[in-house]
Structure formats: C-alpha cells, structure tokens
C-alpha cells in the first residue's frame, strides 16, 4: 500500500563552518552572484525555495547562529528550531528537527544539509513521488548519484522515531544502514545531492559547475 505522506522539509544549518571561515547558511548562491544583487539568493534561502515546493512546511534547525539565520528563514516561508547544544554534532540537530516534525503533526520529513548545493526541483519531485508510491515497508527514499547516497532524502514515521531514540552520538548514515532492508535508493541525474561544501576551495570550484535547476 503506498504512503499518502504529511511531508516537512527539515535544513540542518546548526554547524560552525569553521572550515569555511564564514557560515555556510548564508554564501550566496549561485557562487558568482553577489549577495548586493537584487533578488539573491543564499544557500539557505535556496533551500528553503526548493523543498518547499514539495513539502507542507519547512524547518530550519539553527545553532548559535540563530540570529543571523532567523531573517532568511522567515522571509522565505520557513520556520526555525534552535539546536540548544550543536557541540554535540550534526545528528543532535537532525534529533531537534524532527520532534519538531512530530511536534508540528507531520509524520514523515524530507532532510537536507545547508552545506549542500539546492538539489534540482526535478529531483526534489522525483524523491516525493517516489515516496509516496512506496510500501510502507520502505523507511525512507534516500537519492543515489554516480554510485553515492546523498540528500534530501524523505524519511517516514518508522525512520523519525528510530532516530529519535539513538544516542545523539550516533550518525543518521550508520542507522540507516542498520535498516538497509526498509531503505530505498532513487537514482537520479544530478550532482549536487553528494555534493559537500567546506572549504573555500569547495566553494570556489562550485563557479565552474553548472547551476542546475
């Protein structure tokens, strides 16, 4: 029988960025666009753009950079969730973002990094839809490009709750695997859901990709 999914986007943006020296949430995008232009854009308002096309309400999950990400979330439609102890890691923040999920009456949640280029809306569509035409067997429908798994990926009910019940130690990547039989894998024609941005560098060289919508 397949899902007819309550779906919430969920943005993990909690992270230092200590790597990039600046916070990843707010880089303009695309990269050679300067954030003075009218109309730009930011990883994160991106983010929000695309997974609200497909979702009923979209989370962001901020950390000590709660401040300066609440005018974007709030601009673009989004809400936002404060991770009260990001130090412990990325998994912590998508614990936050997901009670949130069930707190707001949703039962299933599609998850993205802020520190990943917007995956194009068609894939987006393709990961709802194939979601929602799965047996409830299926915990989640996770994108795989050029033989590696990445984001968003939807997960459902059974999914939220079993990580919401791991030790904030734990990654979604290891629990995920652990349930391999209830995981399916979507292939799709796009390379920004593997995709991570760190460096400079990684956002330098993101200049010479094109911007696929």
């Known amino acids: 029988m397949s899902r007819s999914p309550s779906l919430c986007g969920v943005i993990l943006a909690a992270g230092a960025s200590t790597r990039m020296g600046t916070d990843k949430a707010l880089l303009p995008w695309p990269p050679a666009v300067p954030t003075q232009a009218i109309l730009a854009e930011t990883f994160l308002s991106a983010a929000i753009r695309s997974l609200s096309l497909e979702t009923d309400a979209v989370i962001v999950v901020a950390g000590e950079n709660e401040g300066n990400l609440v005018p974007?979330?709030?601009?673009?439609?989004?809400?936002?969730?404060?991770?009260?102890?990001?130090?412990?890691?990325?998994?912590?923040?998508?614990?936050?973002?997901?009670?949130?999920?069930?707190?707001?009456?949703?039962?299933?949640?599609?998850?993205?990094?802020?520190?990943?280029?917007?995956?194009?809306?068609?894939?987006?569509?393709?990961?709802?839809?194939?979601?929602?035409?799965?047996?409830?067997?299926?915990?989640?429908?996770?994108?795989?490009?050029?033989?590696?798994?990445?984001?968003?990926?939807?997960?459902?009910?059974?999914?939220?709750?079993?990580?919401?019940?791991?030790?904030?130690?734990?990654t979604a990547r290891e629990i995920e695997h652990q349930h391999q039989e209830h995981i399916q894998y979507l292939g799709v024609d796009d390379p920004f859901v593997t995709m991570n941005v760190d460096t400079p560098q990684d956002y330098a060289a993101l200049q010479n990709q094109p911007v696929l919508r």
Not at 96 to 116: F, H, K, P, W
């Open 72 to 170: 974007v979330a709030y601009a673009n439609g989004a809400c936002l969730v404060r991770n009260p102890a990001p130090e412990r890691g990325q998994f912590s923040s998508l614990q936050v973002g997901l009670q949130e999920v069930l707190n707001r009456g949703r039962d299933s949640a599609m998850i993205t990094l802020v520190d990943r280029p917007p995956a194009r809306l068609e894939t987006i569509k393709r990961l709802r839809e194939a979601f929602s035409a799965a047996p409830n067997e299926i915990w989640a429908v996770v994108p795989e490009y050029a033989g590696k798994h990445g984001h968003p990926y939807v997960a459902a009910r059974e999914l939220i709750e079993v990580f919401l019940k791991a030790p904030p130690t734990d």
